[in-house]
Nanobody, 117 residues
Framework: QVQLVESGGGLVQPGGSLRLSCKAS????????MGWYRQAPGKQRELVAT???????NYDDSVKGRFTISRDNAKTTVELQMNNLKPEDTAVYYC???????????WGQGTQVTVSS
């Protein structure tokens, strides 16, 4: 079992920055692929970025060059640095832990990010 708690969301103006953090507890953190997803009103949840236990990253094209995902296996945290935010980045952001071999998937409760002037 893995518990995920996100923090760091809020209201920011276009062009601004936010840093989201996800604290994991419970199981062996450093075997899970970690990721951030987001869901805007009326839309499906979509992938933002993922990171493997060894630090390999993957980003959606819409955030490449603006967002950076990182993890600290010792602290069992994963973070998402978001720069040059745009109104279309407005969504609830969810932390995800996915077991690499088993059909096991955990989600945090979500944190709201609003980009508006």
């Amino acid at each position: 079992q893995v518990q995920l708690v996100e923090s760091g969301g809020g209201l920011v103006q276009p062009g601004g920055s936010l840093r989201l953090s996800c604290k994991a507890s419970g199981s062996i953190f450093n075997i899970y692929n970690m990721g951030w997803y987001r869901q805007a009103p009326g839309k499906q949840r979509e992938l933002v970025a993922t990171i493997t236990p060894t630090g390999n990253t993957n980003y959606d094209d819409s955030v490449k060059g603006r967002f950076t995902i990182s993890r600290d296996n010792a602290k069992t945290t994963v973070e998402l640095q978001m720069n040059n935010l745009k109104p279309e980045d407005t969504a609830v952001y969810y932390c995800n832990a996915r077991h690499p071999f088993l059909a096991i998937n955990y989600w945090g409760q979500g944190t709201q990010v609003t980009v508006s002037s």
